[in-house]
């Protein structure tokens, strides 16, 4: 992970320590640059989910990608900063009600915090969970 260049790709100048402060400057430049697309989907191409692929595709070819790749890459990026990131398996909620297959989306829990990879969807982080987690 080339830190430097992925900063450089989503415009960020900011500070660097893990904070929630940070985490949300860094997650609404990675929504501000990066477009969530799925041409490789429609498009028949191969999909590349390990990290140097998506650095590649991502950062040097400054495409955008869907979830599992925006996120993927995006976990990446926190870690080698210092957040504590795990990736969730999530379900799409329907508009006329429950929730999509598991694995259908990709999330990220940072100590609590936020997804990169839905759009502007959810454009900061949930700094706050509600206790328990419903299952």
Not at 67 to 80: D, Q
Not at 97 to 120: A, I, K, Q, S, Y
């Amino acid at each position: 992970m080339h830190i430097q260049a992925y900063l450089d790709r989503i415009d960020y100048r900011g500070p660097l320590e893990p904070t929630a402060e940070t985490l949300q400057a860094l997650q609404v430049a990675h929504l501000l640059a990066v477009p969530v697309e799925n041409l490789n989907i429609g498009m028949g191409w191969p999909i590349v989910l390990d990290q140097e692929a998506l650095f590649e595709k991502i950062v040097v070819r400054r495409r955008g990608g869907f979830c599992y790749e925006l996120n993927g890459l995006f976990a990446a990026l926190l870690r080698a900063l210092g957040f504590e990131v795990t990736m969730l398996s999530a379900g799409v909620a329907r508009a006329a009600g429950g929730f999509g297959p598991e694995f259908d989306h990709l999330t990220l829990l940072v100590r609590g915090m936020g997804d990169g990879g839905w759009g502007l969807g959810i454009r900061l982080p949930i700094l706050h969970l509600p206790s328990p987690i419903p299952s």
